[in-house]
């Protein structure tokens, strides 16, 4: 078998040698900037008549640092020049000279080459010519990026990371075109002249950007009354293998949170504006390239093939998605081609090392044993489980095959984790052919060490590969006809333990160091075991895992693969009328994923006898024999899809009248590649028409109305579809007259409200209005009598019909304005409130017993909740001065959710336990009053009745009062009251600066969250099996006969799982507020290179301690986040 090992044994050293390269690369750039740049430095006045060529050069030559190469041939000439200028580059003058002398010359740093201008050259450049230009802003500063059109073809290119650009024109007469979102758009006759410096000016309005709305289509910023907001590509570009990891803080509206860090499952849970529904869907509706995906999809993509993306918010901005709109869209458009001189190439490689960024402290062996012994003595057990000589012999060091003191952790996993990551695009094309192609690999790697190669002929540390390849071509058939072709692969690869990553990480933090080694040595030669280390006593095979023997055994392999494929027909229908165009998208996904897990048993020993004075031992098995091969199983899963979309647009101005519709149509099939029952087998479909208005007056009175009209199988016929209109109006104030004196001030102010209904068909139940009625068998049974005890075979009702079951429907107000002051700062501010009515749930609460129900399930539309909430966004850029750029950016999300009606039982005498009036996933607990200070403190408090006699030192709870004010004297499930805030938070926020000063660019960013609640739970020590191993904080601040503090970190220590201690209350609700660093980078530019390192998850400041807050509640007994450091080198070659 191959060892996998021996390459994974040289990555660390091979990642050493990439990092000591690409630093060398990083510095020898920084070093080149300190080299004089040629070409635009130097300048010439200069006035010669009646010279030579050869009298040119030696002028040139001794009043500057050029040196021309030529043959003796080309400057022998009898041509007569003269040239008179003033300031003027060698360029210049040498465009002078060239007119007249019969040459070409070509510039490389201070080196000229000059050659004969033969008689072909000449005639073509009679017809074509070559411009050269520079284009700036109004501070001097080169744009990057900007477009340069040769009027009326399809010519075009843009300029350089020094604003420099060069085209053919044809002659005298070419008009070329300057354009750059924010600055005005400028057309320039060529004339005569061979080069240009082009100065744009800033377009304050930016009435001509556009924005991605729904279903792809643009509108103009300026008009656009929806809640959307744009984001910057670049903005997404951060050091992890998930998209996903950089939505937190930088998208307006966004609550995103990352709850793990392992590889390939690190995506962050997002929601936009939160939660308005406690059903099964809270998730968003994500469209790439006009077709719906999965966020596992949306990870895999990488930034640099992202043309725009944008979030829809409001009833305006997502009624037309109809039943799919409620939560909320995300739109990702993809590069497509470009008609350019030449293509833009563009090469990226990174590589990374990751860091677990914090790991729950546990006590070590000594310490572990003199807290069980004192969690045993003070509950009555008169004597403790270690005795002190293995106290002692642990302490000294002594063997550790008997007195073990085991680090799991440290035995399992190394500090330092690496990645690579690649990518590859170019992009160009013609007036008639344009494309795009991108190639990227991802590597990442886990923080688990090697070790099963010392057992097993694999390496089963977590080993991610992905790669990704992304090709849009788009074909001018006509003058009025473009056909698009996409293709979008996304392959997985990943391997992992067999016992799952956070079962492993779990296990190295919560066994016990003292009771076993991790392994034997063999016993002789022919030891056909690993004699791995045990103790009897416990339920697995009567005896406690072994974390390392878990981790080696076995491993498991998934590949997935997905592959996107779209062609569209754009097609201008300007012979039927102006402004008039269809789209139609044919689109076809699919989806497949295949697992193999092979894992073995393994044999656990423990010692039998042991000699103190010779160190001899007898070693006797744990449990029974298991058998030690490996087995195999596998399972496959995955799915299909086709979309077919079509819609006709209309953009037209008639003087101050901007009017701009749609009417669209689209249908949906998903199909379940691996059916595995009847109703699996079926297709999922759905079916819509769409539209949308929208009108704006001298760009000042705006308004739009738009319409969803979606229809679902999953609904009975008469309620199949439903109707989803909304209206939204807005002013631009700052177009009146009278806003002029405050203009530059408040240069821009736009007020916008919409209200609407969206819906949400999202289920898990397929067919739900349907009976499902299944006939007898040993588990179904007819349930009936009073109490619901008496048990008759016969068919039984899974699920009662019910033909009215619908989508949910949620109401959406808006209300924000867009503002701009200074001509610099923008900002964004939205108001919004929605009511989500007949919320799909099963009736379990309200149905007493007696009427027969028993287990059937009875679905209905009958809760209702209310989102409420604000997002900003504030966005900063300023040229400081001619060689420093600064630019800064802050979000704000606030969303608060409560339930309004939901089913579930009566309360009257107990209101503290109904949701009602709380928010989803808000903790019902019991509420502490610290802990008990004395036996007569017990003695005089209500009766705890939570599976535990409470003593000294246990968590203390308050009696409730009833409805009518009265408490009962006795703590039970009724004293528990909704406290804290919900885990997922409901205030996300992120803030930092951008700058740039000549090469160098800087730029770091917080992000935070706050009105969160964590709930620890299942991190107590040593457990009721025995099984866990003790925190630190708990080590430290215990309650205790010497240490009775009633307000200790933790109550009095116990054996087995103290009930009345463990249960879910207010003791152990934690503020879950963070603030983080979360990435900081630095980079050089030197021409077409860059090099920049950068961080992620850098530093965290928040009042809880234990393991990161952004993980959430429990025990903190998951694989974590991890803090990554990047470098990174870019080529883009134009």
């Known amino acids: 078998m191959i060892n996998f090992m021996a390459k994974e044994d040289s990555v660390a050293r091979k990642n050493g040698k990439y990092l000591l390269l690409f630093v060398f690369c990083f510095l020898v750039a920084a070093l080149q900037a300190k080299s004089p740049v040629y070409g635009q430095a130097k300048t010439f006045t200069v006035s010669l008549k009646n010279v030579t060529l050869k009298e040119v050069i030696s002028y040139v030559e001794k009043n500057s640092q050029y040196v021309f190469f030529f043959k003796p041939e080309v400057i022998n000439q009898s041509t007569q020049i003269s040239v008179s200028l003033k300031n003027a580059t060698v360029k210049q003058l040498l465009d002078k000279v060239s007119e007249q002398a019969n040459i070409v010359y070509e510039m490389k740093e201070r080196q000229i080459v000059l050659k004969e201008k033969k008689v072909s050259e000449q005639s073509v450049s009679q017809k074509k010519r070559l411009l050269q230009g520079l284009v700036k802003d109004e501070q001097g500063n080169p744009i990057i990026g900007a477009s340069i059109q040769l009027k009326n073809t399809g010519t075009g290119v843009i300029t350089d990371l020094d604003g420099l650009f060069q085209i053919q024109v044809t002659d005298k007469n070419s008009v070329i075109v300057i354009s750059y979102i924010g600055y005005v758009t400028q057309e320039i006759s060529v004339g005569d002249r ?17 924005v991605v709305t729904a279903f792809g289509a643009t509108q103009k910023k300026e008009t656009m009354v929806g809640s959307i907001q744009q984001v910057r590509p670049a903005e997404l570009k951060v050091p992890s293998s998930s998209l996903s990891t950089s939505f937190a803080g930088r998208m307006a509206g966004v609550i995103a949170i990352q709850r793990s860090g392992q590889p390939g499952a690190d995506g962050a849970d997002f929601w936009i504006r939160g939660k308005s529904t406690f059903g099964d869907a809270t998730g968003v509706l994500i469209v790439l390239d006009g077709v719906e995906i999965s966020s596992s999809d949306l990870n895999a993509l990488d930034p640099e093939v992202i043309e725009s993306f944008s979030i829809l918010k409001d009833a305006t901005a997502t009624a037309m998605y109809g039943t799919r709109g409620a939560n909320g869209v995300m739109i990702v458009t993809t590069k497509s081609g470009q008609d350019l001189l030449k293509p833009i190439i563009n090469f990226r490689l990174e590589t990374s090392m990751s860091q677990l960024t914090s790991v729950p402290e546990m006590v070590g062996g000594v310490d572990y044993m003199k807290l069980y012994n004192e969690a045993l003595t003070t509950r009555g057990i008169t004597t403790g489980l270690y005795d002190d000589t293995k106290i002692r012999a642990t302490e000294q060091g002594l063997n550790p095959l008997v007195y073990p003191n085991v680090d799991w952790y440290n035995a399992m996993f190394n500090k330092n ?113 690993t004699l791995w280390g045990g ?60 697992e193999t897990t092979r894992k073995a048993g393994y044999n656990q020993f423990e010692i039998d ?52 519709a749609m009417l669209l149509y689209n249908q949906d099939q998903l199909d379940n590649n691996k059916p595995d ?36 199988e999953n609904f009975a016929k008469n309620n199949r579809f439903g109707f989803f209109p909304s209206i939204a109006l807005g002013y631009n104030i700052s177009q009146e007259k009278f806003w002029e004196p405050i203009s530059n001030v408040i240069s821009h102010f736009k007020l916008r409200g919409s ?61 924000g304005f867009d503002m701009q002051l200074f001509h610099q700062v923008n900002l964004n501010f939205d108001v919004f409130k929605e009511i989500r009515s007949k919320i799909y749930m099963q009736k379990v609460n309200t149905l007493p017993d007696f009427i027969g129900t028993g287990e059937t399930k009875i679905y209905e539309n009958s809760g209702k909740m209310k989102n409420v909430g604000f997002d900003i966004a504030l966005d900063y850029n300023k040229q400081i001065t001619k060689d420093f750029f600064l630019s800064f950016k802050g979000t704000l999300t606030y969303a608060h959710n409560t339930i309004l009606e939901r089913d579930e039982p009566p309360f009257q005498l107990y209101p503290n336990l109904s949701s009602v009036g709380y928010s989803r996933g808000q903790h019902l607990v019991y509420v502490a009053d610290g802990l008990f200070r004395d036996q007569a403190d017990v003695d005089s408090h209500a009766e705890q009745t939570l599976g535990y006699i409470p003593q000294p030192g246990d968590i203390k709870y308050v009696d409730q009062p009833d409805a009518n004010g009265n408490c009962d004297g006795i703590i039970n499930t009724n004293d528990r009251v909704y406290m804290g805030y919900p885990e997922d938070p409901e205030i996300v926020y992120g803030f930092g600066p951008s700058m740039k000063y000549k090469n160098w660019d800087f730029s770091f960013f917080f992000q935070g969250a706050a009105r ?86 850098l530093l965290t400041f928040s009042p809880f301690k234990h393991w990161d807050p952004e993980m959430g509640g429990g025990s903190g007994m998951k694989y974590p986040t991890q803090r990554v450091f990047n470098i990174g080198i870019q080529f883009t070659f134009k």
Not at 540 to 548: L, S, T
Not at 555 to 574: E, H
Not at 652 to 658: A, E
């Open 755 to 815: 209200y609407g209904l969206v819906g949400n068909d999202g289920i898990n139940e397929r067919y739900a209005y349907l009976e499902d009625i299944v006939l007898s068998s040993d588990k179904w049974k007819y349930t009936t009598g009073v109490n619901q005890n008496v048990n008759l075979q016969g068919p039984v009702w899974n699920r009662y019909y019910n033909p009215n079951l619908t989508w949910e429907v949620g109401k959406k107000l808006n209300v």
């Open 1012 to 1097: 969160t609640s964590i709930l620890m739970s299942g991190f107590h020590p040593f457990g009721k099996n025995a099984t866990r191993g003790v925190m630190k904080f708990i080590a430290d601040d215990y309650w205790s006969e010497s240490n009775p503090n009633p307000n200790a970190a933790y109550p009095r220590l116990t054996r087995d799982t103290n009930a009345n201690n463990t249960v879910n209350s207010s003791y152990w609700l934690r503020n879950g507020a963070f603030l983080k660093l979360k990435n900081a980078e630095i980079g050089y530019t030197f021409k077409m290179f860059r090099a920049y390192l950068n961080g992620s998850n």
């Open 535 to 594: 103790m009897s006593g416990g339920i697995y095979n009567n005896g406690y895992r072994n974390p390392v023997a878990e981790y080696v055994v076995g491993y498991k392999k998934q590949f997935a693969s997905t592959v996107n494929a779209n062609i569209r027909l754009d097609q201008d229908l300007k012979m039927v009328t102006k402004g008039l165009k269809l789209h139609v998208l044919a689109s076809f996904k699919n989806w497949s994923k295949t």
């Open 677 to 712: 029952n009847l109703l699996s087998s079926l297709p999922r479909r759905k079916q819509g028409i769409a539209a949308r208005l929208s009108y704006a007056y001298d760009d000042r009175y705006l308004a739009e109305v738009n319409f969803g009209y979606n229809g679902s």
């Open 194 to 210: 061979s080069s240009i410096t082009v100065q744009l000016k800033e377009d304050t309005k930016s009435l001509e950007e556009v």
């Open 609 to 660: 006898q042991y000699n103190e004075a010779t160190g001899e031992y007898t070693l006797s098995r744990v449990g029974n024999e298991q058998k030690t091969a490996l087995n195999t199983e596998g399972a496959a899963t995955g799915d299909r899809r086709i979309f077919i979309q079509a819609y006709l647009d209309y953009k037209r101005k008639f003087g101050v009248h901007d009017v701009n």
């Open 417 to 529: 984790a690496f990645a690579q990551r690649f990518n590859f695009n170019i992009r160009g094309g013609k007036k008639a052919v344009t494309y795009f192609m991108s190639a990227s690999v991802k590597h990442d790697a886990g923080n688990l060490k090697s070790l099963s190669k010392d057992y097993f002929s694999y390496n089963n540390n977590i080993n991610v590969m992905r790669y990704d390849f992304v090709n849009n071509l788009s074909i001018k058939a006509t003058n009025t006809t473009k056909i698009s072709l996409g293709l979008n692969v996304s392959l997985r690869d990943w391997k992992g333990p067999s016992a799952g990553v956070d079962g492993i990480f779990s296990m190295s933090r919560e066994a016990s160091p003292v009771d076993f080694p991790i392994v034997y040595p063999a016993r002789n030669d022919k030891e056909i075991y």
